[in-house]
Protein backbone atom coordinates (compact mmCIF):
# COMPACT_ATOMS: atom_id res chain seq x y z
CA UNK A 1 0.00 0.00 0.00
CA UNK A 2 1.28 3.40 -0.92
CA UNK A 3 1.93 5.51 2.61
CA UNK A 4 -0.41 7.98 2.68
CA UNK A 5 0.94 11.46 2.77
CA UNK A 6 0.42 12.81 6.29
CA UNK A 7 3.16 9.79 7.51
CA UNK A 8 5.44 10.54 4.87
CA UNK A 9 7.41 12.53 7.18
CA UNK A 10 8.01 9.46 9.61
CA UNK A 11 8.58 7.61 7.09
CA UNK A 12 11.57 9.70 5.54
CA UNK A 13 12.75 10.00 9.01
CA UNK A 14 12.88 5.85 9.03
CA UNK A 15 14.22 5.74 5.73
CA UNK A 16 17.43 7.99 7.36
CA UNK A 17 17.89 5.63 10.64
CA UNK A 18 17.53 2.28 8.68
CA UNK A 19 20.16 3.88 6.82
CA UNK A 20 22.10 3.81 9.92
CA UNK A 21 21.56 0.42 10.59
CA UNK A 22 22.26 -0.72 7.52
CA UNK A 23 25.42 0.73 7.52
CA UNK A 24 26.09 -0.79 11.16
CA UNK A 25 25.32 -4.27 10.25
CA UNK A 26 28.05 -3.63 7.00
CA UNK A 27 30.41 -2.34 9.55
CA UNK A 28 30.18 -5.63 11.33
CA UNK A 29 32.68 -6.40 13.25
CA UNK A 30 33.20 -3.10 14.31
CA UNK A 31 36.78 -2.24 15.87
CA UNK A 32 37.01 -1.28 19.34
CA UNK A 33 39.01 1.43 17.87
CA UNK A 34 36.11 2.88 16.33
CA UNK A 35 33.01 2.00 19.04
CA UNK A 36 33.48 5.50 20.34
CA UNK A 37 33.06 7.36 16.86
CA UNK A 38 29.46 4.43 16.20
CA UNK A 39 28.31 6.25 19.90
CA UNK A 40 28.64 9.78 18.49
CA UNK A 41 26.81 9.30 15.58
CA UNK A 42 24.46 7.14 17.51
CA UNK A 43 23.87 9.98 19.94
CA UNK A 44 23.91 13.00 17.09
CA UNK A 45 21.30 10.93 15.45
CA UNK A 46 19.35 10.75 18.66
CA UNK A 47 19.38 13.80 19.50
CA UNK A 48 18.62 15.67 15.72
CA UNK A 49 15.54 13.44 14.68
CA UNK A 50 14.92 10.35 16.55
CA UNK A 51 13.91 11.46 19.43
CA UNK A 52 11.80 14.34 18.18
CA UNK A 53 10.03 11.47 15.92
CA UNK A 54 9.98 9.25 19.16
CA UNK A 55 8.11 12.57 20.98
CA UNK A 56 5.65 12.70 18.06
CA UNK A 57 5.08 9.31 17.69
CA UNK A 58 3.92 8.90 21.48
CA UNK A 59 1.64 12.12 21.20
CA UNK A 60 0.24 11.95 17.86
CA UNK A 61 0.51 8.74 16.05
CA UNK A 62 -0.24 6.49 18.87
CA UNK A 63 -3.06 7.96 20.38
CA UNK A 64 -4.85 8.27 16.78
CA UNK A 65 -3.95 4.44 16.56
CA UNK A 66 -5.00 3.94 20.09
CA UNK A 67 -8.74 4.80 18.58
CA UNK A 68 -8.80 1.60 17.27
CA UNK A 69 -9.32 -1.93 19.16
CA UNK A 70 -7.09 -3.53 17.08
CA UNK A 71 -4.10 -1.81 17.25
CA UNK A 72 -3.92 -1.34 20.70
CA UNK A 73 -1.66 -4.11 21.89
CA UNK A 74 0.67 -3.13 19.01
CA UNK A 75 0.32 0.85 20.05
CA UNK A 76 1.75 -0.99 23.30
CA UNK A 77 4.54 -2.99 22.28
CA UNK A 78 6.19 0.27 20.60
CA UNK A 79 5.83 1.72 23.61
CA UNK A 80 8.11 -0.97 24.85
CA UNK A 81 9.85 -0.69 22.29
CA UNK A 82 10.70 2.88 22.26
CA UNK A 83 11.56 2.67 26.09
CA UNK A 84 14.17 -0.06 25.29
CA UNK A 85 15.90 1.77 22.45
CA UNK A 86 16.00 4.83 24.60
CA UNK A 87 18.27 2.77 27.32
CA UNK A 88 20.36 2.25 24.28
CA UNK A 89 20.68 5.73 23.31
CA UNK A 90 21.32 6.31 26.84
CA UNK A 91 23.92 3.72 26.88
CA UNK A 92 25.68 5.41 23.84
CA UNK A 93 25.35 8.94 25.26
CA UNK A 94 27.43 7.05 27.97
CA UNK A 95 29.73 5.39 26.02
CA UNK A 96 29.46 2.44 27.38
CA UNK A 97 27.65 0.31 24.51
CA UNK A 98 30.17 -2.81 23.10
CA UNK A 99 30.10 -4.00 19.73
CA UNK A 100 27.97 -6.68 20.33
CA UNK A 101 25.61 -4.09 22.08
CA UNK A 102 25.83 -2.02 18.60
CA UNK A 103 25.13 -4.49 16.62
CA UNK A 104 22.14 -5.39 18.63
CA UNK A 105 20.87 -2.19 18.73
CA UNK A 106 21.04 -2.15 15.06
CA UNK A 107 18.54 -5.10 14.19
CA UNK A 108 16.40 -3.46 17.27
CA UNK A 109 15.79 -0.63 15.73
CA UNK A 110 15.41 -2.07 11.98
CA UNK A 111 12.70 -4.64 13.18
CA UNK A 112 10.92 -1.58 15.11
CA UNK A 113 11.21 0.76 12.21
CA UNK A 114 9.70 -2.19 9.78
CA UNK A 115 6.99 -3.21 12.65
CA UNK A 116 5.82 0.41 12.29
CA UNK A 117 5.82 0.46 9.03
CA UNK A 118 4.01 -2.15 8.01
CA UNK A 119 1.88 -2.86 10.99
CA UNK A 120 1.01 0.18 12.47
CA UNK A 121 0.98 2.53 9.51
CA UNK A 122 -0.78 0.38 7.06
CA UNK A 123 -3.33 -0.36 9.83
CA UNK A 124 -4.20 2.92 10.21
CA UNK A 125 -3.92 3.63 6.55
CA UNK A 126 -7.13 1.42 6.34
CA UNK A 127 -8.86 2.41 9.29
CA UNK A 128 -8.79 6.13 9.24
CA UNK A 129 -10.71 8.37 7.07
CA UNK A 130 -8.85 10.39 4.55
CA UNK A 131 -9.93 13.63 6.72
CA UNK A 132 -8.90 11.85 10.06
CA UNK A 133 -5.45 11.17 8.55
CA UNK A 134 -5.04 14.78 6.41
CA UNK A 135 -5.10 16.74 10.55
CA UNK A 136 -2.98 13.65 11.61
CA UNK A 137 -1.00 14.99 9.33
CA UNK A 138 -0.95 18.41 10.30
CA UNK A 139 -1.04 18.15 13.86
CA UNK A 140 2.19 15.49 13.05
CA UNK A 141 3.65 18.27 11.03
CA UNK A 142 4.15 20.22 14.27
CA UNK A 143 5.38 18.22 16.08
CA UNK A 144 8.16 16.95 13.82
CA UNK A 145 8.77 20.69 13.22
CA UNK A 146 12.30 20.71 15.37
CA UNK A 147 13.60 17.77 13.96
CA UNK A 148 16.49 17.76 11.57
CA UNK A 149 15.57 17.78 7.68
CA UNK A 150 18.71 16.88 6.27
CA UNK A 151 20.51 13.13 5.95
CA UNK A 152 23.33 12.83 8.91
CA UNK A 153 26.84 12.05 6.98
CA UNK A 154 28.88 9.07 8.50
CA UNK A 155 31.93 10.10 10.59
CA UNK A 156 35.13 9.10 9.33
CA UNK A 157 35.43 6.14 11.57
CA UNK A 158 31.63 5.20 10.49
CA UNK A 159 31.98 5.84 6.91
CA UNK A 160 31.46 2.15 5.13
CA UNK A 161 34.78 1.02 3.97
CA UNK A 162 35.10 0.32 0.43
CA UNK A 163 35.31 -4.07 0.28
CA UNK A 164 38.24 -5.41 -1.76
Not at 26 to 49: C, N
Not at 136 to 157: H, V
Request: hydrophobic share 50%; glycine share 2%.
Amino acid sequence: MLRDKSLIPLSHQHQRALALCVRIDRAQPIPGADLQAWQVEIVFHFEQEIRIHFAAEESVIFPAARQFAELVPLVEELIAEHASLRKVFALAEARQLSAENLAGFAQQLSAHIRKEERQLFEGMQQLMKPAELANLGLRLEAALKDASQACILPNEATKLKPTR
